[in-house]
């Protein structure tokens, strides 16, 4: 189980960081991601992090703005949001695959399908 937080309402330029917070023991060898869904929009890839941390992954609009980490010991993983942009208006939501493939890489991480766990999303609104 998933638990989303730290969304908010914040100005253009803001910073924000969510969590997601894991429940059993498993956390530690699933890949993590977090995806968006905006208002009449499909929900897309955000970003993705491997089972130690070592590897992550972005979507081209949120490098260099966002990042991603985890932390095994407390079983969350985060996303640290700068720069925002109304553009970045959506439900954050975070997912485990914990049955990746290994090496899992870009393509493999970005895909939906490969997560089976899913958070209840977090709403992030960015004012301009």
């Known amino acids: 189980q998933l638990q989303a937080s730290g969304g908010g309402l914040v100005q253009a330029g803001d910073s924000l960081r969510l969590s997601c917070l894991a429940s059993?023991?498993?956390?530690?060898?699933?890949?993590m991601g977090w995806f968006r869904q905006a208002p009449e929009k499909d929900r897309e890839f955000v970003a993705a992090?491997?089972?130690?941390?070592?590897?992550?992954y972005y979507k081209d609009s949120v490098k260099g703005r966002f990042t991603i980490s985890r932390d095994n010991a407390k079983k969350t993983v985060y996303l640290q949001m700068d720069s925002l942009k109304p553009d970045d208006t959506a439900v954050y939501y975070c997912a485990a695959d914990r049955n990746a493939i290994l090496p899992a890489g870009p393509n493999y991480s970005s895909n939906e399908e490969h997560y089976e766990s899913w958070g209840q999303g977090t709403l992030v609104t960015v004012s301009s």
């Open positions: 059993g023991s498993s956390f530690s060898r699933a890949l």
């Open positions: 992090i491997s089972r130690t941390g070592g590897s992550t």
